[in-house]
């Protein structure tokens, strides 16, 4: 018998799936107090959890026989992803079963935005007042609609506000344009497009490249009067120009239904008037919950069972079936594939892998592996090591492996070529002793520095008092160089790879690149 504990509450429908199963031993803990239920889960094949059950250090310490962690969910906030690899244990999570909950979500903020139902409802409700001139609107028809992020969410509420007689906006970097155009829609390259438009929405997963991707330089640029809406993340709109934009009127109206930190009961935002929210409800319908229940326990039977692990977040390295120097390659591999997508944002159309050494007898897991690193840029939580090749071979990536003979000086080497529909980038690393994983070489100009840190790529002609411009602008800033590594060309040009100890800004790589020397310019955190 294999034991399957519910940590949190799911749908019925999921716990009927699960006890109806002979072979599996269902344990319903969502009432045991979270101090008790370590004494449950000791002895555990797969946990199914929800946001109330922290998967962290002390749980993990706990279970000695635990396989998987099944999120009923898409976040995993919770969960300690890199504490159950060290274990072994996978982690998966239902990343689609509140789709349509999500969209309709974002159609009803939408609507709020335009129309100012909740303070309109207060008004009469609450306060018995009838004042019909005071809760004038705007129609959505004929309305420009910028959509950030046009993935399996954005796409559909583009979809349905087209139906409203919106013109739609999308923007996404990640994906063939077509996919936006076939619909009858205006895809974009220039994220002042969207910020242009009369409302926007984004439907982006929560990484560094779009965390405060909406701040105060953007709502600066914006219509007066525009209307804004976030049901995916909390943190996408940075919240303090948020309400700053509330404030003074530029931003007309927003529905929020997620928040920075949550529960979000004394949130500075719940002050303003014209604000409509919501505590994170993007997943709250019966039908969802159902959804969700049903492929969690789906999910939890299969990998109580070994036979698969839907979704999965992560896999195990086991030491035992490959030789121990294999596993900081594909640790490099995957490093490699995320900086590549960072310095070159745009629609991949093929990954290739080259190989010298013995390093190459691991081609398909190196290309898995990269896979994970470069997708997951685009798509946060839904790569994974189990779905990566599929997922490529879904968007019409095209991905090869090459062994490559001995020739570059190290014992074993591997190189990744990204390319887009910006261009080819290729990154070459190597791996020192047992662990010390190095970058060595970026689009053929040499290299040796440590895949980690936040770094600045930058390509230019190769003539005196580029250093000092680039240092000038960084001081300039107060940004730390925290390491300058310079490769050098025979045609003239010049790379330099400049780790830095802050965050930078969208504002400092524009200056950067107005140094007449520039070729181009990126920013990358590893």
Known sequence: MKKIVVCDAIHQKGMDILKNESDIEVVDAVKIPKDKLLDIVEDADVVITRSSTDVDEKFLTAVKNLKAVVRAGVGVDNVDIDGCSRKGIIVMNVPTANTIAAVELTMAHLLGTARSFPAAHNHLKLDRVWKRERWYGVELC?????????????SRVAIRAKS??????????????????????????????????????????????????????????????????????????????????????????????????????????????????????????????EKIAIQAAESAISAARGASFPNALNLPIKSEDIPLFVESYLQLAQKMGFLLAQLNRASIESIKIEAEGEIASFGNSLLTFALVGTLKESMGEKINYVNAEFVAKEKGIETSIEEQPVKSGYKNKISIKLTTSKGVTTIDGTVFEEDNQRIVGINGFKFDFKPKGKMIVFKNRDIPGVIAEISTILANEDVNIADFRLGRGKDGFAMAVILVD?????????????????????YGVI
């Open 164 to 289: 409203f007689g919106m013109d739609i906006v999308a923007y996404d970097p990640y994906i063939q344009p077509s996919k936006v155009t076939d619909l009858g829609m205006e895809y974009t390259e220039n994220f002042d497009d969207i910020l242009a438009c009369d409302f926007i929405t984004i439907h982006t997963p929560k990484n560094s490249e779009t965390l405060g991707i909406i701040g105060a330089k953007e709502i600066e640029k914006m219509k007066d009067g525009v209307r804004l809406v976030n049901c995916a993340r909390g943190g996408l709109y940075d919240e303090e120009a948020l309400y700053n934009g509330l404030k003074s009127g530029k931003i007309a109206y927003a529905g929020v239904d997620v928040f920075s930190y949550e529960p979000a009961t004394d949130h500075f935002l719940l002050d303003l008037e014209n604000i409509c929210v919501t505590p994170h409800l993007g997943a709250n319908t019966y039908e969802s919950q």
């Open 502 to 522: 802050s965050n930078i800004d969208k504002s400092l790589i524009e200056k950067l690149n107005h140094i007449d020397a520039c070729i181009w310019v990126e």
């Open 142 to 154: 004929g309305k420009k609609l910028g959509v950030i992020g046009f993935g399996n969410i954005g």
